[in-house]
């Protein structure tokens, strides 16, 4: 189960006796000042906008820790702020950026925890295909002086968040020199809340226009792309559940692979994730495991209504569902089958990366999780998705038509 190292609360002694209370305002021009100190710019737009409503969302918390508020500064916000500077930056000293051309993009999506993780790596990894690194989404550049050097803070901040929390390592582990989800380029994002409730920011978010998040990522790629071989991106955040409809406009040849997965088991994992990320940034008595539970079953309840009448109106040949089922227990045939659908090849490279990943899976069952513990009984959660449930029941009993063709 998630629980905090006693590191983690020395810590927030520490800072409680330490730490500058700033008020968010105060904070928020202090980030500014130093993207125009060290960019030349202070950012002003939607991207800006969204991260600031982060800021004073997080501040507002109720039971946000000290160590909580560290991580708005130094992490949730500050870090994401200078590179929407360092992008702009970019994009503003070299114009030919933007007309580097984002072509048939893979976004990967799907509730939490439905194996959207080794999907995006094995596909990132093909030939010709690529996903942007951890460090690159962090610190977004055309050129790297020392790739290796500059990127060492962000595997010191990985390993110490594995010092406070051990559990988030068995859950999803990082590295800085991985294909990762877009969320550590993200502006904005439901995902935010896996840090505290943040009520506030929920009902900014579902008020806010997203277009300008997407068109901020395609800015993001342009950036890593140029100057570089032309590779397919490969992309993943189960949030892109939310926003269909701003993908397709920004990215107009994109397809979507959507992993499927029980959301009964899909519900408890997520919230066994989100519970260490509370508990790393809010006060002890404040990780309310009940108010976790509803607005998790909430969000993601409402991610998979959005994504399916989203989907509605697409041709149906730029969406790939993918059932858990099939991929965890015949990976040999789906993963394969997937590469021919989605046009990419299948080489040797592609068959020593399916069996590393398969052949070291984890059988101890270090991550274990129940949606009792949040306050859910498998037939409220069932009840709550509706016919979803049966949807992917009906996905895991037949093979996907993608994958027979590909058997012949």
């Known amino acids: 189960m998630p629980r905090p190292t006693p590191l983690l609360g020395v810590t927030n002694r520490v800072l409680s006796l330490t730490q500058r209370r700033r008020s968010p305002e105060a904070l928020w021009r202090r980030l500014l000042d130093g993207c125009e100190r060290d960019f030349g710019l202070v950012p002003d737009g939607p991207e800006a906008e969204a991260l600031r409503q982060l800021l004073i969302a997080m501040y507002k918390e109720p039971g946000l820790s000290a160590m909580g508020r560290y991580s708005a500064e130094h992490s949730q916000v500050g870090p994401r702020l200078r590179n929407v500077a360092q992008v702009d930056a970019q994009h503003r000293a070299d114009p030919a950026i933007a007309e580097e051309p984002i072509d048939d993009p893979i976004f990967i999506l799907g509730l939490p925890r439905t194996a959207t993780t080794v999907t995006h790596r094995l596909l990132a990894g093909a030939e010709g295909c690529r996903g942007p690194l951890m460090a690159e989404l962090v610190s977004t ?38 294909p990762e989800e877009t969320f550590f380029a993200e502006v904005a994002t439901r995902f935010f809340m896996g840090t505290a409730p943040l009520k506030g920011y929920r009902r900014w978010i ?14 993001v790629l342009q950036v890593l792309q140029y100057g570089r071989p032309r590779k397919r991106w490969v992309l993943k955040q189960p949030a892109h559940l939310w926003h269909l409809p ?21 519900f408890g994992s997520t919230c066994s994730m989100n519970e260490a990320t509370w508990r790393m940034h809010l006060n002890p008595e404040a990780v309310d495991l009940h108010e976790l539970g509803d607005l998790w079953l ?8 959005a994504d399916r009448t989203a989907r509605a109106g697409l041709p149906r040949e730029r969406i790939v569902d993918v059932p858990y089922h099939w991929l965890t227990t015949d990976p040999c045939s789906t993963i394969p089958a997937l590469f021919s659908h989605l046009g990419i090849e299948w080489d040797p490279a592609s068959d ?25 009984s498998h037939d409220e959660v069932n009840a709550a998705f509706g016919d979803y ?16 063709r590909f058997s012949r």
């Not at 010092?163 to 800085?176: M, T, V």
């Not at 579902?206 to 800015?219: F, I, S």
């Open 246 to 266: 701003e993908i397709f406009k920004v990215f107009p040849s994109a397809t979507i692979v959507w992993c499927h997965r029980d959301p009964v088991t899909a």
């Open 298 to 305: 909430d969000l993601l309840v409402e991610g998979i209504e």
């Open 206 to 219: 579902d008020e806010a226009d997203a277009l300008p998040w997407y068109e901020y990522l395609k800015r």
């Open 389 to 404: 449930v049966q949807m992917v029941h009906n996905l895991n009993a037949v093979q996907p038509n993608w994958i027979r």
């Open 141 to 178: 550049r055309t050129h790297y002086e020392d790739w290796r050097k500059e990127s060492k803070g962000i595997e010191k901040v990985i390993k110490l968040m594995y010092r406070y929390e051990p559990y988030f390592q068995d859950i999803h582990p990082l590295s800085a020199f991985e």
């Open 352 to 376: 020593r990366r399916l069996d590393e990943h398969f052949g070291k899976r984890d059988t101890t069952r270090r991550h274990e999780y129940d949606s009792s513990a949040y306050g859910k």
